[in-house]
């Protein structure tokens, strides 16, 4: 399945029910040089072995009037029963003579498992293994009157790099092209199905695991690795946990899954450490794909690269032990890449809630999985709530010449990037930090958090960095204004955002004398909330009766002997006149009332 969207939204779709009787009644049946081959995509655990058998089976029943008398089916394995001594599959596909192919549909099962796939000559390259490969069994299977092959999806070029077809060069030139089509068998009715069969529709004792196996699949609804989830459901049915949000089910699945590795090619002590190792080679291989993402729109990272990230992390585990794992894997390139891409995205949003500089700087475009479970793990306070201001040259004061003396005289000001939050801090946020509410119109938790001096902003912007690591602070008054007009996006509204206040804020005549929850209006050009009413806003500058002297940098003016603070912005209890961008009002620093509020911002 393509590996951006989940693919019940992304692709054609095929009841899987009908699949075989489609093989037997129709493909089998067309004599059409051009529809000889079927490739089988899939990732691990999604039957692909299960559905051979199955159309096996099927093909040899004694309900199946549609089988010719003189027509066969062989099913043969790559794999091959003594791994020490293997049999070439192509040997076996030999010893059938002409007469016998020519009436035989060919059943061949775990192309990724075939022992002769890769190079084993330095001369030459995966790649050029990998076609030649590939060619050879095409050109030995082309006697047989239809072939089936089943492969692992990651030996094949994913949805970025070919669109819709696959090559497969012909023997006597040309190429045959197979068309993608997409099967998703993990509709809620087909799930149902599966939960039934598994756990038994009269089988009372397994009730409780059924009850919770389809409490996580609900949970999982959106997920691209729902058929994973499926392949590992007892792992998460068997742990005595509450799984409330999607990202624990991950958790979880990669726990079971270091914990099967470890014990698959370590013993004893060494298993621990293993797990950590291929914990951390996991989660290291996923910054960089990240950026390859960035750079090149690939998922995967290059052998090289993987071999250089083992070397560089001191990690003590050999590149070429992850070929073939459940979730991290390797391709017959060993280009190294997630089984799922949203296993990939659970490693990156694990390191965007553990490093908020890297969440400042993540594109979560493309990426929404990760944005989810971010916003899960961090669900209060998190990088998603900031906007990146890019900084740039603005006249600051009143362009209009209808506000008082302390909004001029007019002047040029520079402001270096930074980052600024979205809203104003709201009471869920303070608390969540504080373990308080201080405001006045309480019960609202996505109103703004109100009746905070100066001071106590700095005392949360004090415990936020202690349970952060990051400097927050607040923006400075050129910083604020030059973020509510939008930036190098402005449009020169008289408002943040509008020319219409009603459109933007919450003032006197809108507001029903009380602070409204933040994100409930227009946003300006940046995506900023709330610049214009609701709260006054603080910011980090001291009170001058005029912009006379004024710092022309961005920075804060803290110079001279007034002690009060600028607050910017207006709010619900006055006129729109004062909910201006270019409006400014100053409270001293120890003053609560019910009508300021504030914002912060971020500079890396």
Known sequence: PNRYDNPDEAHKHNDPRKLIPFMIKKSFNEKVENEKFYLILADSGMGKTAFMVNLYMAYHSIFNFRRKQNQH???????????????????????IKDEEAKNTILLLDGLDEDPFILSKDPAISDDEAFVARLNKIVSNSIRFCDVVITCRTQYFPQQELQDYEINIRKPNGGFYKLNKYYIFPFSDQEVSKYLRKKYGVMKFWNWSKKEKAKKLVENAHKLMSRPMLLSYLNDLVIEEKAYRYSYQIYETLIEKWLIRESEKWKKGKEQE?????????SRETALHIYQNWQSSGVLYL???DAFQIAENHGIELHPEEVKGKSLLTCDPLLNWKFAHKSILEYFLAKECDENWKFAFGFKFV??????HFYEEMTPVFNATNFVKVVGGTFQMGDEHNDLHGACHPIHHVTVSDFYIAKTTVTQKQWYEIMGSNPSHFKGCDDCPVEKVSWHDAQAFIKKLKEKTGVSFRLPTEAEWEYAARGGLKSKRYRYSGSDHSEEVGWYRENSNRKTQPVATQRPNELGIYDMSGNVWEWCLDNWYDSYKGAPTDGSAWETGASSYRVVRGG???????????ARRSNSAPDTRRYDIGFRLVFIP
């Open 366 to 371: 493309g990426m929404d999985m990760v944005e």
């Open 273 to 281: 450490q293993f797990r950590t190792n291929l914990c951390k080679l």
């Open 302 to 304: 290059s052998k090289n």
């Open 571 to 581: 709010s619900w209890t006055y006129d729109a006149l004062r909910c201006r961008s």
């Open 73 to 95: 089916m062989r099913l043969f394995r790559f794999q091959p029963p003594d791994i020490e001594n293997p049999v070439d599959i192509i040997d076996r596909m030999k010893a």
